[in-house]
Structures are given as structure tokens and as C-alpha cells.
């Protein structure tokens, strides 16, 4: 029998424990004139910027049924939330910070989620990307968000796979200082500051000599 790890100087075949994704989907939610709530006081405010959390699961909501007409393919059920930091500057110039959440988006779809043994977990995952699709709007009491969000969902599973390396990887380069504040340290360190190549003046090139 012939040994499937056999080592190779330029090639050879690891094992190696990863997550993979056994299923993956894609949906799109849009959330149109959403309102977030103004602080009751400081106002008048302006809109500065918003950042938005990725998408978790909820756990208590995941209902994994299986499809009797599908084999390895199941109903999944689970309630995804993205969370945001909306920033707005009030009258006296400062930026307040205001978190929150999108509405829970009710997912059911179908997945694939073949039979395995009762030890093997599968997880279920989410990736999400959100933006503003307009500029947000102020009113006396919210502000007035239209967001758009990519979702992915993803049923991962930590496995071991075989794959092609090429040893280990070659030492990595040497850190870049960050500049110093004080420029005489700079200028001392001749690895820093080299010394001018035009220190002198140029000289009078010397003549072809002739033969």
C-alpha cells in the first residue's frame, strides 16, 4: 500500500482541521424609512455617519426540520439581527453616539444539511453587509434611515482535509519602526538617515583616455 503522505522536497500533502462550508445562499432585505430616535434634548442634530455590526443568528430561533421528499436537504429556521452605531452631531458640536438594531429578518429557507453522525456539529452561520442606500434624513424626533443589506448564510462544519503545501513558510521580513517624534534620534540612525550621496560637488568628468 503506498503511503499518501509521502514527502515530497517541493510538494507534499498536510492535514489540516478547517471550517468548511458544506451549503451557502445569498439574500438581499431592504429596510425603507426606518426611524431611529433623537435624543430628547440637545438638539437641533446632523447626520455624521453610521456603522453597521455584522448579522448574528439568534440562537433560540435556529429549527432545523428535515424535508421527507429532499433527502439531505432540510428547512431552516432563524431570525438574523444587524446592529448599528449611528453617530449625529448635536447644537454644541459634539458627536453623540445612538446604537440600535435593524429589524429581525425571519428567515426560512431550504439548505443543504446532509445525515451525519450525532457527534458532528454543523453551524449555521451569517455574513451581512449593509448600507445606506440614501442619504438619512432628520425630522424633529428620528432619524430617518432606507438601508439595504446583503445576507449570506452559510452551514459550516469543522473537518480535516488533505492539501498540497509547500513546507512551511519562509521567515517573514523585519518590522517597520514607526518614525520617531524627535528628529536628532532619526537623524543619528544612519539606518534611518542615510549619509547623502551628494555630499561633495560634482566632479569634472576625467577624459577618455586615448590609445
Known sequence: MSDLLQFDPY???????????FFSCQQRECFNDFPVALPTSGG?????????NNGVILPESIIITPIPSRPN????QFTVRICFTLRVRNAAGTIIPITGCLPDILKDIVIYHPPTRSEFDFNLRVETRSELLVPAMISDTDVILTVGSFVISKL???VQLAINAFGYCPEPPFCEEF?????CVDFLNPNLTPFPTDFFPPQLPSPVPRF
Open 11 to 21: 510538494e507534499e500533502r498536510v492535514c489540516i482541521i478547517v471550517e468548511k462550508v
Open 44 to 52: 437641533p442634530f446632523t447626520f455624521v455617519s453610521i456603522t453597521f
Open 73 to 76: 436537504f432540510a428547512r431552516a
Open 156 to 158: 459550516t462544519g469543522f
Open 179 to 183: 518614525p520617531s517624534e524627535s528628529p
